[in-house]
């Protein structure tokens, strides 16, 4: 697919893997509407963008936890780009510890952003897909999301769940020209993964955000006619 011109949504784009994708799509010309809940990442990202690339950037500051936020900020954002041709679900959070050890308000937000979140935002974009008879969505998995794994469990459980709401999904919409994928990249070297301890030895050596933006773009450069259900992406340096 021709990306020049599209519009893409991306949540989480204020650091990380939504950071780089919305950079590896505004060097093909794509105008983004962005979301995270600092501002100050995306105030910057799109003063860089607009500067750079010469595409038109809009954002909103949005918790996609909370559903009615999110139904403002999407409205809102494709209002502005006239259409969302691409939306990327990747805002997302990592906690771990043993189940017996977590709160339940800890465990409840993690399935509430990284479920729920993902859930409230392609709800809320998906009709001007089906009006516009043409969309790709691409939700962020992880590995975690095809095994569990001890102190993983609300992490594992959101992103199981992700899998299942993206195939769902997808069998509803592929009819109306709607192409769903669930990507599951394994340690990308980003905060989430420094923060949840996920980050050991050289960084260097690991994953890029970068990396996974250009499986992004792949996928998205496929012909509209056919697209990618469900992709990993890893390392060949697994520390
Ligand atoms: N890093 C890894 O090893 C790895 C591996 C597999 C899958 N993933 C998945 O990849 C996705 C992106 O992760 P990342 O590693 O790039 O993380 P990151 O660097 O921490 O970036 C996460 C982004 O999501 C935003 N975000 C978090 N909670 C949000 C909320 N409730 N509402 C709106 N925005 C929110 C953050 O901004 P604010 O805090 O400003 O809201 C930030 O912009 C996540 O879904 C994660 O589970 C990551």
């Not at 509430?112 to 962020?140: D, F, H, S």
């Not at 594992?156 to 990249?185: D, H």
């Not at 990396?211 to 996928?219: F, G, Q, R, S």
Request: hydrophobic share 45%; charged share 20%; aromatic share 6%.
């Amino acid at each position: 697919m021709e990306l020049k011109n599209k519009t893409a949504i991306i949540t989480g784009a204020g650091k990380g893997i939504g950071k780089a994708t919305a950079i590896a799509l505004a060097k093909e010309g794509v105008h983004l509407g962005l979301v995270a809940r600092n501002s100050a990442d995306l105030e910057s990202l799109q003063a860089l963008l607009t500067d750079t690339y010469g595409i038109k950037v809009y954002y909103i500051s949005a918790d996609i936890s909370n559903k009615t936020q999110v139904d403002q900020a999407v409205k809102t954002l494709i209002e502005k780009l006239g259409s969302v041709d691409i939306l990327l679900n990747n805002a997302g959070v990592a906690q771990f510890g043993l189940l017996v050890d977590m709160e339940p308000e800890q465990w409840e937000s993690i399935i509430q952003t990284n479920l729920m979140g993902t859930y409230y935002v392609t709800r809320a974009a998906l009709p001007t897909m089906l009006k516009q008879n043409e969309g790709t969505i691409i939700n962020i998995a992880s590995t975690a999301g095809e095994r569990g794994f001890a102190t993983g469990s609300a992490y594992c459980a959101s992103k199981f769940a992700v899998l299942g709401l993206t195939e769902s999904l997808m069998q509803e919409v592929r009819k109306s020209n709607i192409r769903v994928t669930a990507l599951t990249p394994s340690t990308v070297n980003t905060e989430l993964a420094v923060n949840a301890g996920l980050k050991i030895g050289d960084e260097d050596r690991m994953m890029q955000s970068e990396d996974v933006a250009e499986l992004i773009l792949a996928t998205l450069k496929l012909p509209q006619r056919v697209f990618i259900k469900t992709a990993g992406i890893w390392t060949t340096n697994p520390q």
